[in-house]
């Protein structure tokens, strides 16, 4: 499956990103199959710069955004559709310990 994603460039605490399409299954730092555009948090006047048509043409063809990706298109009005929240992995230890929280929150101190 093809994705539209970012691949990370710049120096440290620095971070540029290329706006990339390749294999959902490839590294980010591999070849990719066409660069679609860039995308700069430090920069505040030059942010996003995207090739718009191809953008879309990857979207018609089938290719996905990462959830990154559909936030910043969605935000500049290339796509229209709802905000995607990031999926997070939460190990087994971790879920018990929240689960744990919660059950303590909800029982009444006695």
Known sequence: MLMLRLQRLGKAKQPT????????????QAGSLEILGHYSPVNKEKKLELKV????Y????GAQ??????????KN???SD???KRSVFLSKKRK???????KKKEAPAA
Do not use: Q
């Not at 955004?65 to 969605?74: D, K, Y």
């Open 82 to 84: 709802e905000k995607k």
């Open 17 to 28: 990103y290329r706006l990339i399409v390749s294999e959902k299954a490839r590294d980010t």
């Open 53 to 56: 048509e191809r953008v879309k």
């Open 77 to 79: 009005g290339i796509i």
């Open 65 to 74: 955004p990462s959830s990154t990706v559909h936030n910043l298109l969605l």
């Open 96 to 102: 018990t310990k929240i689960e744990e929280a919660k």
């Open 58 to 61: 990857w979207l018609s063809v």
